[in-house]
């Protein structure tokens, strides 16, 4: 009784001891981030615009890469995200432009929920294996919509006449925007800060600025969906079964869990969040254009297994490639800053490191080969920096999808997905 | 587990790969569906036609087909003139989705015995150069493309200089002396319209400044579909001083409109292709619209098939730029009235050959 008692005990404090390393982490980022702001002089490393333009960005990633958590987490693998964005988007400009927003998210909703639907269909009730069911769905996706487009916004219909074309709706009426008084709108406190380009201060003002001003509702509801996903899935009895069903689902059908409905939930909602994210991004548009969604779902699955299968992994992932992709739109410049940001941040690691050497216990080769190689790599970094003017547009465009990878690639070596995902399972065949 | 990650990366190459072969044949199922949904406008035409000898004129869209007010619509009313003025029996096409049965819609028009055979569009290019060496019989014209064989014509425009006068009047209307230029992929076409504008804006008002961005890079086309990413672009340029963005980014304009909206008073935006004060129907949008740089692939269209039947035949390319009226800035909404004299004397002197018009930036 009593090692039981003690063992949570060090597991509840090495669960703070994370939880405040993050937010040490964190801090440290921001600080850096600042620093690099004054030193490289590019304003929009740390601007309310980038980060409004982050936030815009990284949000239908983000939903995709939930849509895929949950699917992922109950076992069934879920790359037909793309076709039920695609789904997502096309309902809810459809539905949008007739009956206001909020028939648009309904629609949208339901037209990727219907997306994850016959993926469930296909893969728990068919047993068909999931990636041929995904592809079909993100070739279906595209088609049906066409197809749709074709018939209903033809020349000629009322549609066409209200603006509509083979590849879009008509526009949507504006979605209520919402901003957080005296701070960010009205007397603007984060917004005068900002301008004063002070150390840190005015970085932290332009950062919550861009989070808090003129923000679409939906982005509420969309970054509040990633604490409740986390409650459902490990704080509560439907969670752990769903969870069950990912890891070992004979293991569960022997403890009374009914697996076929589980993954069915699941994988709905999975498809529901993937047409959120289409919704998001027609609400951002005004209107559904085809096309729009551009590989996203596949970027939130990415995300999502840069996230180790975990809502605040992708939320970070997503955030990192928003970022990132939001930071090259509005500025070229700023995206050599991250140079110098890279060079600080490799700078560190090979403090980090060399401390370490200095315990005997740890003076191994592997120790010196890290700092040698992060100084090195810092050098390099820095030198780039001082050298390189204007970024080449071919760089500038790919700077999200390197940055993403360069941070995979340093974090990635401890991904574990949920032991059944993919896995064909029929009830009462025990494996 | 990392038995399993590769299980995983196996299925993924795996996937793609089936993606790309079941694409192909979801295209081409695609492609027969428009078809059908067209070609309801033929019956009435071919009745004139019989009367009127065998003008049987094909097209074939771009991707976007028709309804997407603009390019596709524009090339679709120089077809319809035809019809009327011509007598042709007309058809015409929409590729799938993601336009991989292009060549698939040529042939299709040619085994039904059209000729001539429009494709709208520059990504045809390698389709028309395979088709027309397999119909050598058949005339090909292709828009914004050079010609690639004996029996192909390219159709293309002086974009440089219609957006020379686009920078013109940006530069004289400018309050702030910065401009901007939203470009949706970074391709040669597409810089065409960037050099024309610095260059014109530049002759007006030799300080002022010019911030460029594209969307996307070079083959992926997917910048001409990303408002958001054309709003976000076009919003730093608005934030940091500029009041007028000119794009050429085709449903990514949207993006640049909604930024212009959104930045308040005195800020306009520039549209593309035709004229987007008309064709872009939410008034708040509509009213930020400056101008817009028409590019007027419809008298393009009829003056190829006006050609073709006086006996013309391809191998060469066709320009239409100021001169034909090719190119142009529209005027809706009135709000170049008052510059209008500069423009018209900037038009002659390139008409005149007095100033030429960079094509690349």
Known sequence: ?431 | MGGVTLLRNKFGKLAISTLAGAMLMAAAACGGSSDSGSSTASPGASGEASQSGSLKVGLAFDVGGRGDKSFNDSAYAGLERAQKELGAEIRDLSPAGDGSNRGELLRQLADAGYNPIVAVGFAYAADVEKVAKEYTDVQFAIVDSASNGPNVTGLLFAEQQGSYLAGVAAALKSKTGHLGFVGGVESDLIKKFEAGFLAGAKATKPDIKIDSKYLTPDGDFSGFKAPDKGKIAAEKMFQDGADIVYHAAGDSGQGVFQAAAAAGEGKWAIGVDADQALTVKDQALSKVIMTSMLKRVDNAVFEYIKAFQGGAKGGSDVVYDLKTEGVGLATTGDHISDIQDKLDEAKQKIISGEITVPDKP
């Open chain 1, 1 to 431: 009784m009593s090692v039981q008692t003690v063992s949570e005990g060090t597991a509840e404090a090495r669960r703070v001891r994370r939880y405040h390393l993050v937010l040490i982490g964190v801090a440290l980022l921001i600080v850096a981030l600042s620093l690099v702001r004054v030193l490289a002089d590019a304003t929009d490393l740390t601007s309310s615009g980038t980060f409004r333009a982050a936030l815009g960005l990284a949000i239908p990633i983000g939903l995709a890469g939930l849509g895929g958590l949950w699917a992922e987490r109950a076992g069934v693998v879920n790359i037909g995200l793309e076709g039920m964005m695609v789904l997502g988007t096309w309902f809810a400009g459809w539905a949008g432009y007739q009956w206001g927003p909020l028939a648009a998210l309904v629609a949208g909703l339901l037209g990727g929920a219907l997306g994850g639907l016959l993926h469930a269909v296909a893969t728990v009730t068919f047993g068909v294996d999931h990636i041929i069911s995904g592809v079909a769905i993100n070739l279906l996706g595209p088609g049906i919509t066409r197809f749709l487009s074709e018939v209903l916004y033809r020349e000629g219909t009322a549609a066409s006449e209200a603006g509509a074309g083979i590849t879009t709706s008509p526009t949507l009426a504006e979605v209520p925007t919402v901003s957080v008084p005296l701070l960010s709108s009205g007397q603007d406190w984060l917004g005068d800060l900002e301008s004063t380009h002070w150390f840190l201060l005015s970085d932290v003002a332009g950062m919550l600025r861009g989070l808090t001003r003129d923000v679409n509702v939906l982005a509420i509801l969309a970054v509040a969906l990633i604490p409740l996903t986390y409650y459902v899935l490990w704080h509560t009895a439907f969670g752990l079964r769903l969870r069950s069903c990912g890891e070992n689902p004979w293991a569960a059908e022997s403890l009374g869990v009914n697996v076929y409905r589980t993954k069915y939930i699941a994988t709905v909602i999975s498809g529901a969040f993937a047409g959120l994210g289409g919704v998001f991004l027609v609400f951002v548009t005004q209107k559904y254009v085809e096309g729009q969604t551009s590989g996203r779902g596949f970027i939130g699955l990415a995300a999502m297994i840069f996230g180790n299968w975990r809502p605040g992994g992708l939320a970070a992932g997503a955030s990192l490639f928003g970022y990132a992709d939001g930071l090259q739109l509005r500025s070229s410049q700023a995206v050599t800053g991250l140079f110098l940001f890279g060079a600080l941040l490799l700078l560190g690691y090979a403090i980090m490191q060399a401390r370490k050497a200095a315990t005997a216990a740890n003076r191994t080769a592997g120790t010196y080969t890290a700092v040698a190689f992060a100084a090195l790599g810092a050098v390099a970094l820095l030198w780039l920096w001082l050298t390189v003017d204007t970024l080449p547009n071919e760089f500038v465009f790919i700077t999200p999808h390197v940055l993403t990878l360069l941070v995979l690639s340093v974090a990635s070596q401890r991904l574990r997905m949920p032991k059944a995902d993919g896995v064909r399972y029929r009830r009462g065949e025990q494996h």
